[in-house]
């Protein structure tokens, strides 16, 4: 599934060519995907101008001057495309595919297409379908059950050393468990997770209390906010990490899986200079922890 590094990727991908633009008409090619579509969003979103694109945690939003929000989960397969007219292909950069004889968006799993007022052509597909499309009315983002629970942005000035040790204080829990605990920090996922543990060398089965001191400041929980935060901005910069399905805008791969320390590298040697150990896999709450048993205690 596509963590927030991926997900900002996409966002990026799509703002410069949505950014301004008039929506001049909305097709779907399914009443629904995990969930059903709202059954206004066609006529709501038509012939609205779209004013910003924001991401949170993992969800795309894109913001109209109806003030109507349009939000996009890419759940496991979902992928936006975006075609422009050849006339304006050569103008506007990387992320995008040049019109190929008018690409028309009714592909098998090609299941939203929005024509904006310059003729380009943005795609969603999803051959799972695990992704969804939500329309939110004036006012309502912040109580949007989708968006209600989230914790705080893990590039955003609310994640700091402070937070978190207060939020760790008195838990049990494992320390991976806990970042991936969408309701303190929202977004994080189970590939950065691992890798920024690594980095840190904090152990995912490690007591999440364990880290926090009584008094003052809480080195370790330093650490682990830096390696976050550090490990997040790499991978955006590489445009993400390409395991099976997951594609940029413009259908190129991200490159960040060829940098994972730990990550589904079990067997494989620690790449610490000095340690003689390779990388284990345990599974915590249905999913693969990648981890180095020497240097993370």
Avoid at 66 to 89: N, Q, Y
Avoid at 238 to 264: E, H, I, M, N, W
Wanted: proline share 5%.
């Amino acid at each position: 599934m596509p963590e927030l590094p991926e997900v900002e990727t996409v966002r990026r991908g799509l703002e410069p060519a949505l950014l301004g633009r008039r929506v001049k008409a909305v097709r779907l090619n399914r009443p629904d995907l995990r969930f059903p579509f709202p059954a206004d969003l066609a006529d709501t979103v038509s012939g609205k101008r779209i004013l910003a694109l924001r991401r949170r945690a993992k969800y795309i939003l894109i913001e109209l001057d109806s003030g109507h929000t349009l939000l996009a989960h890419l759940g496991m397969t979902g992928r936006f495309t975006v075609w422009l007219p050849k006339e304006a292909a050569r103008n506007l950069g990387e992320f995008y595919y040049q019109d190929q004889a008018g690409y028309s968006g009714d592909g098998p799993h090609d299941h939203l297409v929005i024509d904006l007022d310059n003729d380009a052509r943005v795609v969603y597909t999803d051959p799972r379908r695990f992704g969804f499309v939500d329309l939110i009315e004036p006012g309502g983002v912040e109580g949007n059950r989708f968006l209600a629970n989230l914790g705080v942005e893990p590039l955003g000035n609310e994640l700091h050393a402070e937070f978190l040790a207060t939020a760790l204080a008195g838990r049990r829990t494992p320390l991976k468990a806990a970042l991936l605990d969408q309701r303190i920090i929202a977004g994080l996922g189970n590939i950065y997770v691992c890798e920024a543990l690594y980095r840190s060398r904090l152990s995912p089965k490690r007591s999440s209390a364990t880290i926090v001191r009584k008094r003052g400041q809480s080195p370790l929980v330093e650490a682990l906010v830096h390696s976050v935060r550090t490990i997040l901005s790499e991978a955006i910069e590489a445009g993400g990490s390409t395991l099976r399905d997951y594609a940029r805008t413009d259908g190129s791969s991200g490159d960040f899986q060829q940098r994972f320390d730990v990550y589904d590298r079990e067997g494989e040697a620690c790449r610490t200079n000095g340690c003689n150990s390779k990388i284990m896999r345990l599974i915590q709450s249905g999913r693969s922890s990648f981890y180095c048993p020497t240097c993370q205690r």
